[in-house]
């Protein structure tokens, strides 16, 4: 037989099967309650948000382009739709997650994935520090208000997935602890809060259908602002997850595809009833923790998470709310950059990169809104590379020996914020009657930059000095050929 018909696939291996299949049950426990938690910020029925996290992920499988990261239903879109649904009900959502997934696609061939490229380090930091906080915060409502039985099953499910993993990796700490506590939770009639309390499971399989909508402009205008919204905040955080899987796998993933896998992930959600998501960076985080690295266990995760609700409904009925708190504080902990704030890190580092970073983790948590925090983070990283460029521009000058020539150098780069000060620092006065500028190492990067080069010459020309421009490499000379005269009123 050919090579390429003897090769299988990787998740076919035993070994590797087994622990995708691991991996993919225990992020769906881990999706039951988020689920359902998004569902009710939503405004919505359970079985929606349920519905959302099964075909997101088993299309998102198939379409995606980051193997082992887990989309799902997400508290980001939640937030986003709650309004639609308050004012004209949940078929008005259903129909804005088809048209943002609609939208997905289309800037997924747009080119949106390539926008990741101007993402600074420090916002991607700011970002994965944040997520930790959100995830830890989103525990405590669980945590409040409740027995000391609580207490000690979340400290025995800690001591759990903190101990085992140094005595085995055969099996997920995390499904470990949550057999274990379940048990024993069942055996001796403990009384504490359980999935089950969270919100009624459902009994049946989605069903494919069109949203219940009229199809006029009026239903269009209604919802393509929080269809847009919800585009580009599920585009936003699911590339960031996945370029955040690729530092931690050391692979590279296809992001364009990712963008239109999204889109179509939540077109087929919105015909079967769900409320749409995204990438969700806690349960990718406990995917690839346990080892997963293949699209089987997102997919395991949404076929297991379909049998759990509908089959098993009864015994995830069960399960103790302080098993899942321990598996996601665990994913917070295990989330967050704790080499950014050591103080060693912090005293080398930059202090814009420190503010940039602390800017994007307080917005974000201040707001619950991953990309809210990340387009401030990234405004505040723009000024401040903006204000530190335009720190390195100078300008020297020499006398020619004959004192007819005086030449001046410009060097660095020359934009917006750099060039405003340009004007200023030749001697139009007392300078000979020729005047040189080499932009040899320098840069013009805008119109900013060429306008301040017209004023400077006109006011030399105003004096009678003759003045020529030298050194413009091909970029910067091609810009002042275009713009030269026909910013100030110069000619």
């Given amino acids: 037989m050919p090579a390429v018909l003897r090769r299988r696939p990787t998740w076919l291996s035993p070994r590797v099967l087994r ?27 359970p079985r929606v948000g349920l519905f959302a996290s099964f075909t997101m992920a088993v299309t998102i499988a198939v379409t995606g382009g980051r193997p082992a990261m887990i989309s799902a239903a997400t508290g980001a879109i939640a937030l986003v739709l709650a309004p639609l649904v308050r004012e004209h009900g949940v ?41 930790a906080i959100l ?15 609580v207490y000690a099953l979340l400290a025995a499910g800690l001591l759990i997935m903190v101990g085992l993993p140094r005595l085995t990796k055969a099996v997920p700490a995390p499904l470990v602890a949550i057999v274990v506590l ?37 239903t269009l205008v209604t919802i393509a602002p929080y269809a847009f919204a919800m585009a580009l905040v599920g585009l936003m955080e699911s590339l960031m997850t996945a370029k955040l899987v690729d530092d931690l796998t050391d692979t ?16 087929v959600t919105g015909f079967f009833g769900g409320m749409g998501g995204c990438a969700m960076i806690g349960q990718t985080m406990i995917n690839v923790k346990s080892g997963a690295r293949t699209r089987a266990s997102t997919f395991l995760s949404g076929v297991f998470l379909l049998v759990l609700v509908v089959a098993l409904a009864q015994v995830v009925a069960l399960i103790p709310m302080a098993a899942l708190v321990g598996v996601m504080i665990m994913v917070a902990v295990g ?38 925090g990340v387009v401030v983070g990234v405004l505040v990283a723009m000024v401040a590379f903006a204000r530190r460029v335009a720190r390195v521009v100078s ?40 005047v040189v500028i080499d932009l040899s190492d320098a840069h013009i990067w805008d119109a900013s930059s060429v306008a301040a080069l017209d004023a400077v010459t006109t006011k030399y020309r105003q004096r009678g000095t003759e003045v020529t421009i030298t050194g413009m490499n091909d970029d910067s000379e091609q810009r002042h050929n275009a713009l030269a005269g026909t910013l100030t009123g110069a000619h």
Avoid: C
């Fill in 19 to 45: 622990t995708e299949s691991l991996a993919g049950l225990v992020v769906a426990l881990a999706l039951i309650p988020e689920a359902v938690s998004f569902s009710i910020i939503a405004g919505v029925d």
């Fill in 91 to 131: 078929e008005y959502l259903l129909a804005a997650v088809v048209l943002g997934g609609l939208l997905q696609v289309v800037l997924a061939v747009s080119g949106v994935a390539r926008l990741m490229r101007f993402l600074p380090r420090s916002v991607m930091v700011g970002f994965v520090n944040a997520l």
């Fill in 135 to 149: 995830i830890f915060l989103a525990q405590l409502p669980y945590l409040t208000d409740v027995g000391w039985p």
């Fill in 182 to 218: 379940t048990t024993v939770t069942v055996t001796m009639g403990v009384a504490v809060p359980t999935v089950g309390d969270q919100g009624d499971l459902p009994g049946t399989l989605p069903v494919l259908g069109v949203p219940a909508v009229p199809f006029t402009l009026d």
């Fill in 252 to 267: 590279h993933s296809d992001k364009t595809r990712e963008s239109w896998g999204q889109g179509v992930a939540n077109i």
């Fill in 335 to 372: 989330t967050f950059d704790w080499h950014s704030i050591r103080p060693q890190t912090l005293r080398r580092m930059p202090p814009s990169e420190t503010v940039v970073m602390v800017t994007t983790v307080a917005v974000t948590v201040a707001t619950h809104n991953l990309a809210i």
């Fill in 395 to 434: 300008v020297d000058s020499v006398l020619d020996p004959d004192g007819s020539t005086r030449i001046y150098r410009v060097t660095g780069q020359l934009f917006f914020a750099s060039s405003n000060d340009l004007v200023f620092q030749f001697d139009y006065a007392n300078d000979p009657p020729t």
